[in-house]
Each structure stands twice: as structure tokens, then as C-alpha cells.
């Protein structure tokens, strides 16, 4: 798959004045962490979930986006919050181990190819402190008509699951997207110590109501 489509760059500027972001932040997984824990949110978008955890007290917080337009609105909206711009994605303008903390809420959805999943999830590993905390949210696979049309549609205008994978489908407005197995996520956070997982409903981006998956995990601790 190609990397214009793993970023899509173009569709998420046209898109950030008009789309609202609803995975929740489920602040129970947050109580042990300190409030001055350094922490990354990788696909920030405008700034919503960075905003939420300002206001419950943590205050060493990052958002990084690879829209620029995303990033002028969360500045826009959150002047005193740290933005920053990715020019080469996934790569972090930030050393290794600098973080306590990295979520993705709803990246990997954005992200339809495995290999570049997995080149992002390689990245927030590095930059991640050994027993710091990684926080997912994103979409699982739908069983309703209209998605499995959506999988089935986009497979054969592409050369079948082989081509893409089962899944991998385009929004009306033309996001390419993809939505994911239970099995995925184990494969793709290998390196990672599950903690806690949690099904949870959320509207899509364009109102939607789907089903979602919420994994904390930890990068293993230096021995």
C-alpha cells in the first residue's frame, strides 16, 4: 500500500475545520501516573484528548499531527498546549525514552497499511521510557451490512484481501481507512506487556456509532 495513503495529508488538512473526535479517555488507566509525566499524543488532531488531560492536571504534554491545518487549529483552540508538526511520518523530532506516556486514539485507523502500522508502532516504542505507558483506541471490524459492503467494495477495486486486507475500506468524502481484528492488535503490539483492554462504543468521525477497542500496554522495563 502506498505511503500517500498512510497519511493522506491532503484529506486530513481539508478535514480540520469540519470533523469532531470522540474516543473517550477512560481516566481510571490514568490514576497511577503522576500529573508531571511526560506525555505524547501521536495524531493529536485539534487537541481535544491534550485539552481533556490539561484539565485533569497533567501538565508535561505533547501533540504531534501530521496535518499542518490540525495543528493551526489546536494551536487556535489550545494556545497554551505544546504542538508540533510531523514532516517525515512517523519519525518524532524526540530522543529515545523521552516519554512517559504515548497515546493513539484513532490513528491506526487512519493508517490502512501493516507495514506502516507497524513502522508507527516502532517509533512510539522508541521514544517511550522501558515501563512506560502506551494508550490505543481505535475501531474493530464491523459485522453490520453497510461495513462489511464497504470491506467487500474497496478489496475488489484493489485486486482482492491480498492487495489490501479485509477491512480497509473508503469513507464517502475519500479517507482510505481501516478497521481491525482482536488478533491484529496482538500481532502488532508484540513488543509490547498487555495491561488492560476495553471494548467501547464511539461515533466515527462522520457520526457513525461503532464498535471500538481501547488496549493499555507497557514497554518492558530494562532488566
Request: charged share 20%; proline share 5%; net charge negative.
Amino acid at each position: 500500500m502506498s505511503d500517500h495513503l498512510d497519511t493522506q495529508i491532503p484529506y486530513w488538512d481539508a478535514a480540520s475545520a469540519t470533523k469532531t473526535f470522540t474516543h473517550p479517555l477512560h481516566l481510571p488507566w490514568l490514576e497511577g501516573i503522576s500529573r508531571q509525566a511526560a506525555m505524547l499524543d501521536y495524531g493529536c488532531g485539534y487537541g481535544r484528548t491534550m485539552d481533556e488531560l490539561q484539565q485533569h492536571g497533567f501538565r508535561d504534554l505533547t501533540g504531534a499531527d501530521i496535518s499542518p491545518a490540525m495543528i493551526e487549529r489546536a494551536q487556535h483552540l489550545h494556545p497554551a498546549l505544546h504542538f508540533t508538526t510531523l514532516d517525515t511520518p512517523p519519525s518524532l523530532p524526540s530522543p529515545d525514552a523521552a516519554f512517559d506516556v504515548v497515546l493513539l486514539f484513532a490513528v491506526l485507523t487512519c493508517v490502512p497499511g501493516d507495514e506502516a502500522q507497524h513502522r508507527l508502532i516502532a517509533e512510539l516504542h522508541r521514544v517511550l521510557k522501558p515501563g512506560g505507558v502506551l494508550y490505543v483506541s481505535d475501531l474493530l471490524l464491523q459485522n453490520d451490512e453497510r461495513n462489511r459492503s464497504r470491506y467487500e467494495h474497496y478489496a475488489t477495486l484493489n485486486g482482492g484481501y491480498g492487495a489490501v486486507g479485509y477491512g480497509v475500506f473508503q469513507t464517502g468524502d475519500g479517507a482510505v481507512c481501516r478497521h481491525h481484528s482482536r488478533e491484529w492488535f496482538t500481532t502488532l503490539l508484540l513488543d509490547f506487556e498487555g495491561i488492560s483492554t476495553r471494548t467501547v462504543t464511539v461515533s466515527t468521525m462522520n457520526g457513525h456509532e461503532s464498535t471500538g477497542i481501547q488496549i493499555l500496554a507497557r514497554k518492558a522495563a530494562v532488566t
